[in-house]
């Protein structure tokens, strides 16, 4: 029988390649400060990590933290918006700077538009006759001296011109081709180019309203308003009510104060002085509260203010302002529709 012989060597590197088998790995590493990680354990999607591991999809941020892309935050303010000087003007912003302002104290009146008496004229014949010819009806527009009809005079069979001894409206016509003028009026022309609020005034009141108060006239349906002055106080009150009435003239060359509509008005018996104030449509209510949007190096930015008093035209601001911020007041309701569209893009 034959028998093979092995080195020596041989038999011992075989020797150390068995006592190697069936031995598990070394479970972890350490690192450069000495600690263990597990390497099968990574992060799993709702644990927190460090920032300076990077960031993997689903990797959660710390609440009160701002992604990069999502804006700033600013002491508590929210997101600035940023619109081109062409967009500012769509929305119709107007812009100025919150400062000292003064409140007017208001009472409340209601009543009627009429036309001013002083302004009417009644339009006769200058001799009895027959009326041959009408050229107008109620409610043209006429012109100082435009002929509104002509009549045959009974004496001298000679036919004149009747025309408007002012510009106006035709309030009233009384008159057809045929028949007789004998001095009754024909027409009625109003001038509406100024126009008389009548307002209700009752006795407990009469001494708080004088002539030349400020008054703020609106239409009841919370139309036009108009800015006018007290011109006069009835001393004399209504038998059926026992109102008083205070009349305000106002300015209606545009023809929007129509004679009948029915009127609120606020009528100014006192004043006080704030240090700081905005126009009332400033305000808007955000998530943070009340707020107004202010035009920074940042952009549009809301701010949350603590309100005072208000006369329904400005608000006395307490905190949340400084003077001389500029102050975002009529087209802010743009500003925080586009806020709210932005935000609920964002969620999405």
């Known amino acids: 029988m034959t028998t093979k012989t092995f080195p020596a060597a041989l038999l011992f590197t075989f020797a150390l390649a068995l006592s190697a088998c069936g031995k598990p790995e070394t479970p972890a590493h350490t690192d450069e400060k ?14 927190p990590h460090d920032e300076k591991e990077g960031h993997r999809e689903g990797d959660r941020h710390e609440p009160g933290k701002t992604a990069e892309a999502g804006g700033h935050e600013k002491g508590g303010h929210g997101e600035a918006l940023t619109l081109t000087p062409e967009a500012r003007k769509a929305a119709g912003l107007v812009i100025a700077p919150a400062g000292p302002a003064t409140l007017v104290e208001t009472l409340p009146l209601y009543g009627v538009v009429k036309p001013n008496a002083e302004r009417v004229r ?42 408007s001894p002012q510009a ?19 027409f009625t022309v109003a001038d509406l180019s100024t126009v008389w609020v009548e ?21 009841a349906d919370g139309g036009p308003v108009g800015e006018g002055r007290i011109v006069f106080v009835s001393p004399l009150s209504s038998g059926a009510t026992q109102s008083l009435t205070a009349r305000v003239q106002l300015a209606n060359d545009d023809g ?8 609120q008005a606020q009528v100014g018996i006192g004043e006080s002085s704030v240090a700081l104030a905005v126009p009332a449509a ?67």
Do not use: C, M
């Open 34 to 47: 000495g600690h263990a990680h597990d390497d099968a354990k990574g992060h799993t999607e709702a644990e």
């Open 122 to 163: 009644s339009v006769t014949a200058r001799f009895p006759g027959v009326v041959r010819s009408v050229s107008v009806k109620i409610g043209d527009s006429v012109k100082q001296g435009q002929p509104l009809a002509t009549v045959e005079s009974n004496e001298s069979l000679q036919v004149y011109i009747v025309s």
């Open 168 to 186: 106006g409206v035709i309030t009233e016509r009384f008159t057809n081709p045929g028949e007789q003028a004998e001095g009754q009026p024909l």
């Open 199 to 219: 307002l209700a005034l009752f006795p407990r009141d009469r001494g708080r309203v004088q002539t030349g108060q400020s008054v703020r006239v609106q239409t």
């Open 256 to 263: 929007r104060w129509s004679p009948g509509l029915y009127v």
């Open 282 to 348: 400033a305000l808007q209510e955000l998530e943070g509260g009340t707020s107004v949007f202010v035009d920074d190096a940042d952009g549009l930015e809301p701010r949350v203010v603590k309100t005072g008093r208000s006369d329904g035209r400005v608000v006395e601001i307490l905190e949340g302002l400084q003077a001389g911020d500029a102050v975002v007041g009529e087209g802010s309701f743009v500003l925080k529709a586009e806020l709210g569209k932005g935000e609920a893009e964002h969620e999405h």
